[in-house]
């Protein structure tokens, strides 16, 4: 494990309470957080003690997503549904109840939102009337993470029966599943060549299925010591990271899987307890990472 040099640059501790999600934007050095407080909080790296909220919700924020197009944030409102915001003028303009389950991802496809659900459901919504196109309801248990195939027009979906299911985007017909893990499936990531389908779950396990090969099992990694929470890649796809419930952020090489880095608090001055989500931003190369410790810890990351 060497190659690597990592720095820690900044710790931002805005929120009051556990931080679940973190959302890039068009701009690059400007991401968005979201809490157990409710709070959505917009970052800008040129100035990162500088967090400007621009939303405060009553319940938990597990998910954030970004219209680039539209230059707008949704967020996904625990027990009540999704808020669109115009995160510039600080304004909510939309808002749609969706499930009275928490909202633990948000994905977009054309002109389709795609969101999953404490029920077990993935709900269509089509953008354009803010109305709810379908439900896929496939299991009783958690949908926890969606990740988006664009060459094959596919969604991936990962379940808390340890299921991972392909949609198609077309008429979200069911065309795999397979018990992809022995416990809850909590992140999917696609390879950025779209050949693999990288999937992290509670059972610590890191493993990597051959898309053309109808997902067939490619490796399988004991990644971490105790729950798998995100996967993410480098802006330039050739490094991946995955951060879990064992307080630890794990430096990937894509090509061949090979552990190149651990960052953890004796080492690094990393988090105290779970680190939930990251992101890898093209400005500076930064790697961003948030945590039940309440804060956001932004690393320099040098190869």
Not at 2 to 31: E, M, W
Not at 154 to 167: H, K, L, P, T
Not at 274 to 279: E, H
Request: charged content about 20%; hydrophobic content about 40%; glycine content about 6%.
């Amino acid at each position: 494990m060497t190659g690597v040099h990592i720095q820690k640059l900044h710790t931002l501790a805005g929120h009051r309470d556990c931080v679940y999600t973190l959302q890039n934007s068009k701009t690059p050095s400007i991401f968005f957080s979201g809490a157990g407080d409710g709070m959505v909080v917009k970052w800008d790296l040129n100035h990162p003690e500088e967090g400007e909220r621009l939303a405060q919700l009553p319940n938990s924020i597990y998910a954030l997503h970004y219209l680039p197009i539209q230059n707008l944030l949704i967020a996904g409102h625990n027990y009540e549904g999704i808020h669109v915001l115009d995160w510039e003028n600080k304004k909510e303009v939309a808002s749609l109840k969706l499930t009275t389950a928490a909202i633990f991802d948000i994905q977009s496809f054309g002109k389709d939102w795609l969101i999953a659900s404490g029920d077990g459901a993935v709900t269509i919504v089509d953008q354009e009337n803010l109305a709810i196109r379908k439900r896929l309801s496939f299991s009783e248990k958690n949908a926890r993470t969606i990740a988006i195939n664009t060459v094959l027009g596919e969604m991936a979906v990962g379940y808390s029966d340890n299921y991972i299911r392909i949609f198609d985007l077309d008429g979200f017909t069911l065309k795999h599943e397979w018990q992809g893990h022995s416990s809850s499936v909590f992140s999917l990531v696609y390879t950025p060549d779209f050949k693999f389908l990288l999937s992290g779950a509670r059972d610590a396990r890191l493993k990597a299925w051959q898309v053309d090969n109808n997902y067939a099992l490619h490796r399988e990694i004991a990644a971490h010591l105790y729950a798998i929470n995100h996967i993410a890649f480098s802006p330039d796809g050739k490094h991946f990271v995955t951060c879990s419930m064992d307080k630890s952020v794990k430096v990937w090489q894509t090509a061949d899987l090979t552990l190149l880095k651990v960052i953890d608090k004796a080492r690094h001055a990393g988090h105290g307890t779970s680190v939930n989500k990251l992101l890898w931003s093209s400005f500076h190369n930064q790697l961003v990472s948030a945590s039940d410790d309440r804060t956001i810890s932004i690393w320099d990351v040098i190869f």
